[in-house]
T-cell receptor, first 113, second 112 residues
Framework: EPEVTQTPSHQVTQMGQEVILRCVPI?????FYWYRQILGQKVEFLVSFYNNEISEKSEIFDDQFSVERPDGSNFTLKIRSTKLEDSAMYFC???????????FGPGTRLTVL | AQSVTQLDSQVPVFEEAPVELRCNYSSSVSVYLFWYVQYPNQGLQLLLKYLSGSTLVKGINGFEAEFNKSQTSFHLRKPSVHISDTAEYFCAVSGATNKLIFGTGTLLAVQP
């Protein structure tokens, strides 16, 4: 069964450093998303991406964040200058032509020291 | 704006007992409703969804949920739980856009 994959599973970085989180969505899916879950809190929407552009973003997704689909398979989330409060589990998701059913990856745990 | 409320942060239940996890939503537009399960140290897995049609939806692992528009609820039920059902359960809503709005989650703790 096809699935969304994410790398790395755990990333530790120093405050102020840039990080790139990688995702490989399901191959025939057209819509891509990033969510995050701060420890002990609920899952929060960050951004959605369709047709090579951002279709919606939350207020969390400020200028420090960017997304890219550099090739036909990867979908990345970049945080330019990490802050302590960026520590969280980051989930990638994708959905197909029907849009509404999103399939999630296993997540990347980002720890900012 | 859409929102989801899961009033129960934790639900303890004995094995083979029935369980109901409550979810209420608010939205000014038509909604699509979902339940996701998160096992320890894993990602989110879709349990079931309501997009349209029958208000009673069945999902994986014997779970079902009923969409009640008048009560703006989408409660999750299972007639007999197993130890392996111990996990965090998230209710979510989406509307005209695809973004999912999640509730705070309910930890289902199944005891032998």
């Amino acid at each position: 069964e096809p699935e969304v994959t994410q790398t790395p599973s755990h990333q530790v970085t120093q405050m102020g450093q840039e990080v790139i989180l990688r995702c490989v969505p399901i191959s025939n899916h057209l819509y891509f998303y990033w969510y995050r879950q701060i420890l002990g809190q609920k899952v929060e929407f960050l951004v959605s991406f369709y047709n090579n552009e951002i279709s919606e973003k939350s207020e969390i997704f400020d200028d420090q964040f960017s997304v890219e689909r550099p090739d036909g398979s990867n979908f990345t989330l970049k945080i330019r200058s990490t802050k302590l409060e960026d520590s969280a589990m980051y989930f990638c998701a994708s959905s197909g032509p029907g849009r509404h059913e999103q399939f999630f990856g296993p997540g990347t745990r980002l720890t900012v020291l | 704006a859409q929102s989801v409320t899961q009033l129960d942060s934790q639900v303890p239940v004995f094995e083979e007992a029935p369980v109901e996890l409550r979810c209420n939503y608010s939205s000014s537009v038509s909604v699509y409703l979902f339940w996701y399960v998160q096992y320890p140290n894993q990602g989110l897995q879709l349990l079931l969804k309501y997009l349209s049609g029958s208000t009673l939806v069945k999902g994986i692992n014997g779970f079902e949920a009923e969409f009640n528009k008048s009560q703006t609820s989408f409660h999750l039920r299972k007639p007999s739980v197993h130890i392996s059902d111990t996990a965090e359960y998230f209710c979510a809503v989406s509307g005209a856009t695809n973004k999912l709005i999640f509730g705070t989650g309910t930890l289902l703790a199944v005891q032998p």
